[in-house]
């Protein structure tokens, strides 16, 4: 059985995001009402039916809106990929998620909460997908701070150069990937990260990093599904930093087919 990795190696943050979009749902009826109600005072006297008219545009607009809100909303709450339409995930994904994102802003919310909520959110729709991609077909994405500061060793470009030594998460990792015959890449950035995906074009890639690089990483991917791991920073961030091993694994354990010898 795939075990369901959505619950068991994220931070429970969907929940935030979940009433920030019911409150996104209720701005949106109540603007529209507003955007409705004060200039159709002043149609009516032009002609009787303008603010009908007004008003079916509006509230189709509207209509739009809140039904892709509450389609990503039941997504969350039943796990089941309800979205039919390809175009409306695509909405919801690259536009409705950063608005909603700026409104947490708005009110106050942290930076970080707002983006792990928005990569647990990520993962969860990635999970309604059900996939099960080929080794191949899979790629272990790592920012370059997870290596140790003071290894000799140039480990981007060829990650396979790193001798194990176990001073960094590397090692464990490096082993991960050769259990389940999956492509381990290492990029100093978005735009080393997005040629090495060109390269590689994987169908699905397991990406460690902080909540800037993912929640960023995440669109730019789009539609590539992208699971997204938080790394950890005790030192700070950009410096050595740590990863959960057992998170990465879960992740591969519930999408990957591992590679037969
Ligand atoms: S495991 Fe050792 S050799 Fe490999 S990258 Fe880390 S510090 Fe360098």
Known sequence: MVPNANDSYEH???????????VACGLVLSLS???????????????????????????SGALLII???????????TGRDLFMLQG???????YLFPGIIAMGRLFGIDRDLLQQSFIALNNQLVHTKRLRVPAEKTLILLPHCIQLFDCAIKITGDVDQCIRCGKCDIKGLLELAQRYGIDMAVATGGTLARKIIVEKR??????VACERDLTS????????????????????????????????EQA????????TA
């Open 217 to 248: 990483g995440i669109r730019d991917s789009y539609p590539l599904p992208v699971i997204g791991v938080l790394n950890k920073r005790p030192h700070g961030p950009c410096f050595n930093t740590e990863i959960l091993l057992p998170e990465v």
């Open 252 to 259: 591969l354990a519930a999408y990957v087919i591992p590679k």
């Open 33 to 59: 009402f507003l955007l409705w109600w004060v200039p159709s005072v002043g149609l009516d006297t032009i002609h009787p039916m303008l603010p009908v008219v007004f008003g079916l545009i509006l509230g």
């Open 12 to 22: 429970p943050r969907k929940r935030l995001f979940i009433l920030l979009l019911g």
């Open 67 to 77: 039904g892709g809100l509450s389609l990503l909303i039941l997504t969350l709450l």
């Open 88 to 94: 409306l995930r695509k909405i919801v994904v690259k």
């Open 202 to 207: 994987p169908r699905l890639i397991v990406a």
